[in-house]
Antibody
Framework: EVQLVESGGGLVKPGGSLRLSCAAS????????MNWVRQAPGKGLEWVSS????????YYADSVKGRFTISRDNAKNSLYLQMNSLRAEDTAVYYC?????????????WGQGTLVTVSS | QSALTQPASVSGSPGQSITISCTGT?????????VSWYQQHPGKAPKLMIY???KRPSGVSNRFSGSKSGNTASLTISGLQAEDEADYYC???????????FGGGTKLTVL
């Protein structure tokens, strides 16, 4: 069974940093691209970042470019999101999501999310 | 890159059919057959319902179907059931820079 479990969320002050983790199990992690998608309270989904299976290709939404860094450790079956210079508008539930195999045309499995609150 | 446009809400009675539209541009929905749809119940993670425009993952009811015409994709739910009440989001590939763009979401109410 595919499982994605996020951790690392919490309360942080504006300008602060936080590192999210996503532990994957039930599939060959090193064969899949992975993603972070966030959802502000009461709002819709927003794609944040994607990383290819071997970390060769990395993409960011304009809203986080230069502040967030996505990475992965295939030996540990883990995905990370380093978030720096956090702003109030980064407050959201952050989901880890797997890209489908093959074309990677969709997000086929999602974690339960971890809440990040940016507030003084 | 702007979000895809969805109606804020739709409603229907049990047994009826509803359609949720998702309008993008020639840079996303119109250029790629890579629209997916997600269902989200309150406090839960999104769940994939439709991918590549019209394909259903294993385990998803055949009451859910997808289509696309030009820059607009659509999700149709037939034979509405109480359990279908949820938020629905469309998502499209948007090219090698932006990569993915979501719709603003549609709240489905089953009357």
């Amino acid at each position: 069974e595919v499982q994605l479990v996020e951790s690392g969320g919490g309360l942080v002050k504006p300008g602060g940093s936080l590192r999210l983790s996503c532990a994957a199990s039930g599939f060959t992690f090193s064969s899949y691209s992975m993603n972070w998608v966030r959802q502000a309270p009461g709002k819709g989904l927003e794609w944040v970042s994607s990383i290819s299976s071997s970390s060769s290709y990395i993409y960011y939404a304009d809203s986080v470019k230069g502040r967030f860094t996505i990475s992965r450790d295939n030996a540990k079956n883990s995905l990370y999101l380093q978030m720096n210079s956090l702003r109030a508008e980064d407050t959201a539930v952050y989901y880890c999501a797997r890209s489908s195999g093959g074309s990677g045309s969709h997000f086929d499995y999602w974690g339960q999310g971890t809440l990040v609150t940016v507030s003084s | 890159q702007s979000a895809l446009t969805q109606p804020a809400s739709v409603s229907g009675s049990p047994g009826q059919s509803i359609t949720i539209s998702c309008t993008g541009t020639s840079s996303d929905v119109g250029s790629y057959n890579l629209v997916s749809w997600y269902q989200q119940h309150p406090g839960k993670a999104p769940k994939l319902m439709i991918y590549e425009g019209s394909k259903r993952p294993s385990g998803v009811s055949n009451r859910f179907s997808g289509s696309k015409s030009g820059n607009t994709a659509s999700l149709t739910i037939s034979g509405l059931q109480a359990e279908d009440e949820a938020d629905y989001y469309c998502c499209s590939y948007a090219g090698s820079s932006t990569l993915w763009v979501f719709g603003g979401g549609t709240k489905l109410t089953v009357l």
